[in-house]
T-cell receptor, first 114, second 112 residues
Framework: EDQVTQSPEALRLQEGESSSLNCSYT??????LFWYRQDPGKGPEFLFT???AGEEKEKERLKATLTKKESFLHITAPKPEDSATYLC???????????????FGKGTKLSVIP | GAGVSQSPRYKVAKRGQDVALRCDPI?????LFWYQQALGQGPEFLTY????????KSGLPSDRFFAERPEGSVSTLKIQRTQQEDSAVYLC??????????FGPGTRLTVL
């Protein structure tokens, strides 16, 4: 069974204080690892897809990296508008019936204080 | 309209009532997913369509849950005889086969 564990559950940062969020996963063949951002009352907003160990992707103040067991979302010099819940999800190569369903972690709630 | 839309955004039902939740997908995106998100949790998979074919319904929690996508576009998730444990946000997601899923805003269902 695919599993995703995110840590910490919640993180408070001062504006400009860089940090990293962790996503540990077990999956029977990784098709892809996905990062989403979710604001209160809204659906998840796509950020990144990573496919293989060693891959990195960047977008503004965010950088996602991938190893064989975990992924990190690095936030550099965060701003208050980066406050949100960040969700990690995996898709397996062996999902039944050709489904590309995602298995999500519980998320990390990030608060950036001005 | 470039994104996935869902309606209604909020639904309050009395226990035992039937509800229908609608998803209007991104035009041309063949894959459609439904997820359930409980408060403080990540989304959990319910069911998957490729065009009009429901290829995976392994995540539906009971036979009270039913989903359809008859013309391969709009999809409806129906919950019969709602229970309090059905209270959650129901999310619809689309993808161009077979990759990244784009989510709608969700429908928040509250069962009293």
């Amino acid at each position: 069974e695919d599993q995703v564990t995110q840590s910490p559950e919640a993180l408070r940062l001062q504006e400009g204080e860089s940090s990293s969020l962790n996503c540990s996963y077990t999956v029977s063949g990784l098709r892809g690892l996905f990062w989403y951002r979710q604001d209160p009352g809204k659906g998840p907003e796509f950020l990144f897809t990573l496919y293989s160990a060693g891959e990195e992707k960047e977008k503004e103040r965010l950088k996602a990296t991938l190893t064989k067991k975990e992924s990190f979302l690095h936030i550099t010099a965060p701003k208050p508008e980066d406050s949100a819940t960040y969700l990690c999800a995996v898709a397996s190569l062996y999902s039944g019936a050709g489904s590309y369903q995602l298995t999500f972690g519980k998320g990390t709630k990030l608060s950036v204080i001005p | 309209g470039a994104g996935v839309s869902q309606s209604p955004r909020y639904k309050v039902a009395k226990r035992g009532q039937d509800v229908a939740l609608r998803c209007d997908p991104i035009s041309g995106h063949v894959s459609l997913f439904w997820y359930q998100q409980a408060l403080g949790q990540g989304p959990e998979f319910l069911t998957y369509f490729q065009n009009e074919a429901q290829l995976d319904k392994s995540g539906l929690p009971s036979d009270r849950f039913f989903a359809e996508r008859p013309e391969g576009s709009v999809s409806t998730l129906k919950i019969q005889r709602t229970q309090q444990e059905d209270s959650a946000v129901y999310l619809c997601a689309n993808s161009e086969y077979p990759d990244t899923q784009y989510f709608g805003p969700g429908t928040r269902l509250t069962v009293l």
